[in-house]
């Protein structure tokens, strides 16, 4: 599962939005995150490129483009979607990093450090520079921009990395509204409305990664967790 998904996905039961992501393994290798982690620290811009949206598996190299119109710097990639001048753009970019909020890395590796630099820094970074444009209040000449856009680079290289190309293995889902949790396993999220849920799975899948769950998930969770496992209660379900 790609982080971008928690953009769109909705609680299947009760419509609630956003939903907590709680990452417990990793498909993208810990070297991977440790490597783009400690080029974001120094802000290291060949190395996050590399990283980055240019190698969009999609073969969409044209992303990010910086296009100067009218004397204003426009910036397209998988965030904005079409081109936006670059303090439009930095908002979105602020409201994406922010959204990481809902977001725990409960692995305890590269990828939890990265998480918290991205959530503390980056979107520190992003917000002062909007701050910037504020003061300016559009009165900012094109080499301002330019240079405001070099500054604020290994933040657009990081989330776009972070979101689009890095890949969850096993995480939780959870609700906050209907106390509602759903996995995702082997990098598929199974957004499922009760009735469709296989009980066994849900449980198996609690219990094998009991040491990391929140013990609210674990022990009241919804529909099933460790404490409702009722074996002659359980209806026989055809496979
Ligand atoms: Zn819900």
Redesign the pocket.
Known sequence: MRIWLLDILA?P??K?YPLDLEILNWETDDKLFSRVGSAFKGRELSVLEENSILTLPNGKKDKCVKIVEDGRIQIEDEFSREKKPLPDYLRILEEKAKSTQTISDLTESSATKLLEQVKLKATDRIGKTLKQFDVAKGKISTDQEKKTLEDILPEIYLLNWYFFLTEVDEALIN?E??Q?WYPVIETIPHMLPDDLRNSDEDIAFLKKWSPKIPEKVLNEGKPFNVKTQKPEKRKAKPR
């Open positions: 609680c039961i009760c609630y609700c509204k209907c509602r």
